[in-house]
DNA sequence: TTAATGCTTGTGATAAATGCTATTAATACC
DNA sequence: GGTATTAATAGCATTTATCACAAGCATTAA
């Protein structure tokens, strides 16, 4: 009987199928049902009730389950432990963030992360659709926006201010924005996430908030190629402090109300560390969150 | 990764060797070898610092087992537990008891267990040396004596009461043995443990106990034979009330001390039943101690 | 220095696991 | 009720692992 069985095994209660689980650990399905029916014969009892079109664990399999997902979890976490004792942390981490964040602000960070740690791998996923933690087995998570729920460790790398920016060459064109209220006329690049392509919120001071409807040609998903058409000069468009940094030191990019704090979900944005909440983290994912902390905070 | 491999990692480390693992396990000691170099291989670290005269688990390897042995038991516990469901209790148990006793009492019963759990299979062991229960995976073991100490579960299962007897043939032959302090001239078959072949302890009633020095040409150490010297006439022997039920019966053999209780160790020495004192005990394990219990309560 | 012990390595035969492809079976949809 | 679809499984060929025996090698006790 194999470790890598019984997790086959718990994948495949988890899965619903033996095909599923088999795309989830890259292996034939015909391996699949082969192990389990050899676990199956092992035990003396069918743990799974399967045909073409259902599939559904037996009592025996669901009890089998029960037992065995926290032992073999419990196993991987004592090899884990044993790793910590080498002298060069090693093995894998898996770090999930957007598209946009991870070319942003990530990769610029690995050439030092692998320069400190050799021996230790990135795998880094680029993700802008809501990503599953446990099955897509993420380590270590960087989201923006407001402070996410969910059953993890959150920690709080920077806050995120958004700008409404132009392009220098379309403030030329154009006569000067002096309000906020004006953008409700221009040609404004959007997200199409709930709330960016709707209307935007102004805050300055202790004064009233203001909210002002946003209409514009082009709605696109992806922050870069977002920042890009604003930088052609097609028109404003609300982006991350973070991701403009560069541009706005260098003149190509102008922050059209530099008072106002604005927003198009929430003024409490950050970009959040997020993390399995538990008891014990391999050192490769603590160095690595150790590391990211590092040099996040520079952006602050 | 096998559990196998791991349930030999475990065993290597309580064995103090690789050759002593494998001769535990009934594998080649190159195999062992060559399992834990491969698990050294996937946990990237050395488990045992090993010469030809010095073995012992690193730090590491230490570690590693604190983590792993209870989590292989707790798997094997997770099987018996799904082998519990199935609707006839299936397995091997394995029971350990004296020669004689399992000879005279057990042996009997098991044509009896056989018919009732047909799917169940007995791995009886008799043995008159201690045994360790933990190395030996004994699941019952069976006890003559005073009550046994020890980290196990203790039923008794019924008194046992010692009686000098001669054989029929021998009394003829011989003048009445009046009293008990006769038996110092005579031969007596003696068992060589402690006690036995020193003195034998007699008492009736509230009288003061009496002591009998006891000398004979034999001494044997398995009770079966000695019996079937009694019954040879070659002189009186202690024997165990379980086994001369039926020669006292048929009167091949005679009490000479009806009145007296007699012992050589111990005037409370009972028949105990012990099994490992854990929260789970396999289905299997508790029908065979609920057999045992129902079938030998029939010697109270 | 020698003998003995016990881990390790080599080797050829045997057994097992895997992926691909084909087959079979069950069910949903027309 | 027939048919298309989907998922499990069986066959087969290939690769990979395992085993037992033998030989090697290092270390230590006498």
Redesign the pocket.
Known sequence: M?T?TLKLFVETVRSG????A?ARQ?????????????LEKDLGVRLFE??????QPTEAGLLYYEFVAPLIEELDEAANRILDLRANPSGTVRVSTSVAFGVACIAPLLGTFCARYPDLNIDLRLDDQPVDFVHEKIDIAIRLGPAPGGDFVRARLFPVRHHVCASAEFLERQQRVEHPTALAKLNCVRFPFKGFNTQWHFRRGREKEIIVPITGKLIISNAIALKSTVLQGVGPGLLADWMIKKELEEGSLVDLFPDYQVTATDFETAAWLLYASRNYLPLKVRLTIEFLNEQLAKFT
Do not use: C, E, L, Y
């Open positions: 194999k890598a199928g033996f095909t599923a088999a890259q292996i034939d399905p015909s391996s699949v049902s082969r192990q389990i029916a050899a399967r045909s073409t079109r259902r599939f």
